[in-house]
């Protein structure tokens, strides 16, 4: 539950005492301001806090993807926050924290005319309220369970398991704890990553992300192939008992190597994070397949929500 005023939001963390943030960097509505770095000391304890299931809210997601989707943060009068940002100029807005007074929200659906990364719980309200819903399938993050990725026991992961038991079998490899002193190599593997890749996709993302390891809390691990820098994955926490990979790059043709990362590092997540979160698959379906291919355990479904004929 969210409530507040004069620019304090109070945010109820049951058992945990209320936790008080200054937001008077996020201007009122309607006034918008770009996602940036300064935002970090209020976002980042107010997602921690909601402890989410969505990929997109972590600060770090919306941090390395505000160009990509201008994400953009505004308070609102009762001390919630919206988060608003364009795909393509198609503008939308979404509400990590919940959803505010129904004549601000209509505001909101005026102003930015569709509601993007509703959880099903909001979706069921805004339809009481008329609003149209539908699911955005397309941006459902994928949920694997831990410790299957870490063994890839049994006959669904067996042509997985081979390929990872011929890469172990044919190269000289190394994985280490992606520490700033390895983040040069792990670079290099994201220039090779791009120098073969059709498009861009989230290489700048992913560039920004190494950079700035240690400021957005992240971690990963780096992966070296006959002495050469290879493959890095890197993610964070999302909920106590989530872990969600934001990017994995390969570089090289070494068969079984995404295979061999993607279950060496489940492996050596710590036991308390049950699922990964994979995040979407974006509606490509090579990416879908590929997802698909691991045998997800659920999915984190996401809807939009838009005016009655909108």
């Given at each position: ?64 993807f505000r160009k990509t989707h201008n994400y953009a943060a505004t308070s609102l009068k009762e001390g919630l926050l919206a988060i608003t940002g364009n795909d393509n100029g198609a ?67 067996h042509r997985k398991k081979n390929l990872v038991n011929a890469f172990v079998g044919k190269y000289r490899f190394e994985g280490r704890p992606l520490l700033a002193e390895y983040t ?127």
């Amino acid at each position: 539950m969210l409530n507040g005023q004069s620019g304090i939001i109070r945010l109820e963390v049951p058992p945990k005492e209320l936790l008080l943030i200054n937001t008077n960097n996020i201007p009122e509505f309607p006034e918008i301001a770009p996602v940036s770095i300064s935002m970090r000391p209020v976002l980042h304890p107010l997602f921690k806090a909601l402890s989410p299931e969505i990929s997109e809210f972590s600060f770090a997601n919306l941090y390395l993807f505000r160009k990509t989707h201008n994400y953009a943060a505004t308070s609102l009068k009762e001390g919630l926050l919206a988060i608003t940002g364009n795909d393509n100029g198609a503008p939308f807005f979404m509400l990590p924290f919940g959803l505010p007074e129904e004549a601000m929200l209509k505001r909101l659906f005026q102003s930015f005319g569709e509601m993007k990364a509703a959880t099903a719980g909001q979706a069921g309200e805004l339809r009481r309220l008329g609003y149209g819903i539908y699911e955005d399938r397309d941006n459902f993050d994928y949920l694997y369970d831990r410790e299957e990725l870490s063994k890839l026991s049994g006959r669904k992961y067996h042509r997985k398991k081979n390929l990872v038991n011929a890469f172990v079998g044919k190269y000289r490899f190394e994985g280490r704890p992606l520490l700033a002193e390895y983040t040069e190599d792990a670079l290099f593997v994201n220039e090779e990553w791009r120098r073969a890749a059709e498009f861009p996709g989230d290489y700048e993302a992913a560039k920004e992300a190494l950079l700035k390891m240690d400021a957005l809390q992240l971690c990963g691990g780096i992966y070296y192939v006959e002495g050469k820098p290879a493959a890095f994955t890197l993610g964070e926490e999302l909920n106590p008992s989530t872990f969600v990979i934001h990017f994995e790059k390969g570089a090289g043709d070494y068969k079984g190597l995404l295979q061999f990362v993607n279950r060496s590092f489940a492996s050596i997540l710590p036991d308390k994070y049950e699922l990964i979160n994979r995040e979407q698959d974006l509606g490509d379906e090579g990416l879908r397949q590929a997802k698909e291919s691991y045998k997800p355990v659920g999915f984190v479904r996401k809807f939009r929500a838009a005016l009655p004929g909108g």
